[in-house]
C-alpha cells in the first residue's frame, strides 16, 4: 500500500519561508506526477503546485507562482515544496499526492492522498 508522510508545516511570520517534504513509500516518486494541494477552513481543496514523472514539468497555481517551487530527491523519494514569502492567505493544511496523468489542477485526477501537515502564517 501506498504511503505519503508529511511534515515540516508550523507556525512562521508573513514573509517567511517552510519547506515542506513528502516521504513516500512503495512508491517510486519518478514515475509519477507528483503534487501539492492544500486546504483551509470552510474551503475545498485546492491545487498548489505538480511535477511531472520526469521531472520536466513544473505546474504552479496563480497564487503562488513565483514564491514556490516543487521539486524531488528521486534517491530519497521525496517530494518538496519550498514556500518563499508566505502570506496569511497561504495558511492550511497541505496534502501531497501523486498521478498517473500530466501535471494537472483537477484533484480527481490524483489519488493516495498523505495525512496533511499544518501551515499557518501570521500578519
Known amino acids: 500500500q501506498v504511503q505519503l508522510v508529511e511534515s515540516g508545516g508550523g507556525l512562521v511570520q508573513a514573509g517567511g519561508s517552510l519547506r515542506l517534504s513528502c516521504a513516500a513509500s512503495?512508491?517510486?516518486?519518478?514515475?509519477?506526477?507528483m503534487g501539492w494541494f492544500r486546504q483551509a477552513p470552510g474551503k475545498e481543496r485546492e491545487f498548489v503546485a505538480a511535477?511531472?514523472?520526469?521531472?520536466?514539468?513544473?505546474y504552479y497555481a496563480d497564487s503562488v507562482k513565483g514564491r514556490f517551487t516543487i521539486s524531488r530527491d528521486n534517491a530519497k523519494s521525496t517530494v518538496y515544496l519550498q514556500m518563499n514569502n508566505l502570506k496569511p492567505e497561504d495558511t492550511a493544511v497541505y496534502y501531497c499526492?501523486?498521478?498517473?496523468?500530466?501535471?494537472?489542477?483537477?484533484?480527481?485526477?490524483?489519488?493516495?492522498w498523505g495525512q496533511g501537515t499544518q501551515v499557518t502564517v501570521s500578519s
Open positions: 512503495r512508491l517510486t516518486v519518478s514515475s509519477y506526477t
Open positions: 499526492t501523486r498521478s498517473g496523468l500530466a501535471p494537472s489542477p483537477n484533484r480527481n485526477l490524483y489519488g493516495d
Open positions: 511535477m511531472s514523472w520526469s521531472g520536466g514539468s513544473t
